[in-house]
């Protein structure tokens, strides 16, 4: 299963401001994937993980749960 990490310009669809926040966020959703034996991947450009998470190295603890990052260069 993919996880699309992007903005959302659709109104009360997008990320919180808070990176900490939206990095539980992300943890919780593929916690919640994983419970049901799926494998998860990650899909974010760089760009996108920064005006979401803060930095490149923002919730590196994602990286020991997924098994793939598509990475869009864009």
Excluded at 21 to 28: D, M, Q, R
Excluded at 38 to 65: D, P, T
């Amino acid at each position: 299963v993919w996880v699309d990490v992007e903005n959302n310009p659709s109104t009360n669809c997008n990320w919180l401001d808070d990176h900490s926040k939206n990095c539980a966020f992300l943890n919780e959703i593929v916690d919640a994937l994983q419970s049901h034996s799926l494998h998860v991947g990650i899909y974010a450009s760089h760009r996108s993980w920064l005006r979401i998470m803060g930095s490149a190295s923002a919730c590196s603890e994602i990286s020991a749960k997924v098994t793939a990052l598509w990475y869009p260069h864009y």
